[in-house]
């Protein structure tokens, strides 16, 4: 029998009073896949992932983690998220953080946490307080937290904010290994020539609907696009506008 998808969802709506945010949204990840979820602002990427982790109620349609139905306190043992303003408490040190989430997620190795700290020169922030660290270092503290339990799902919107380049190669190639080890990945981010270089496959929504999917190379094909910017823009329909405002900008 062959086992469910790490993360299925199916015909999902959020609504936020009279707005439809996500709009009877379906798309599935697989095992070992780093799936982009992409989309202009406003286009339902981070109500989405909300929704999966339970911190926007689903109005209609259904999310399944490693077979199991999401959100629940089970489920949440699967997961790991890094969200595009990082849940993290302020009043804490990062060691104090990480020892809770530690204990939450019954980590007792401190190898795991030992290592991730060292890999993000985080060390000697440790005895901090969070809400001192710059922007960059408390990205790292919510991927560090993230990563900690080795999760079978990532969910990552936006991962790479204030991260410096050497700590964006370095979540890279820990990404990769999360991968090749059997996990998976959701991936949100406008930065579309970093989705194309690590996403497996990529979904493209706008105004809450599924528009586009497929390997970054189908994608291309489909549209005749040389890039996956030009088929994220023909997918939502901007490309006539931004053609528009670069020859107005052209000639002011």
């Known amino acids: 029998m062959q086992s469910a998808d790490p993360l299925q969802v199916t015909s999902l709506v959020v609504r936020y009073g009279e707005k439809v945010a996500v ?42 983690v490693m077979g199991k139905e999401a959100p629940s306190k089970e489920v949440m043992n699967y997961i790991g998220a890094v969200l595009e303003s990082p849940a993290i408490f302020d009043v804490l040190t990062p060691l104090e953080f990480f020892e809770f989430v530690a204990s939450v997620r019954r980590v007792k190795d401190p190898s795991r946490l030992n290592a991730l700290v060292e890999a993000f020169e ?33 969910l990552l919107d936006e991962p790479f904010n204030g991260l410096d380049v050497k700590s964006v190669r370095i979540f890279k190639e820990l990404l990769k290994m999360h991968v090749e080890g059997g996990g998976s990945v959701i991936f949100s981010t406008h930065i579309m020539d970093v989705a194309e270089k690590i996403c497996t496959r990529v979904g493209i929504i706008n105004e809450g609907k599924m528009v586009a999917e497929g390997t970054v190379e189908e994608l291309r094909n489909q549209v005749k696009a040389a890039s996956l910017e030009d088929v994220f823009l023909k997918a939502t329909e901007e490309e006539e506008e931004v053609k528009s405002l670069i020859n107005a900008l052209s000639g002011s």
Do not use: C, W
């Open 122 to 154: 985080l060390r000697q922030y440790l005895k901090t307080p969070i809400a001192s660290l710059s922007m960059g270092n408390k990205q790292k503290v919510a991927v560090i937290a993230a990563m900690l339990h080795r999760p079978k799902l990532l």
């Open 23 to 64: 709009d009877h949204l379906t798309f599935s990840v697989k095992t070992g896949e780093i799936y982009g979820l992409l989309g202009p602002n406003g286009a339902g990427k981070s109500s989405t992932i909300k929704a999966i982790l339970g911190l926007v109620p689903a109005d209609e349609g259904t999310i399944r």
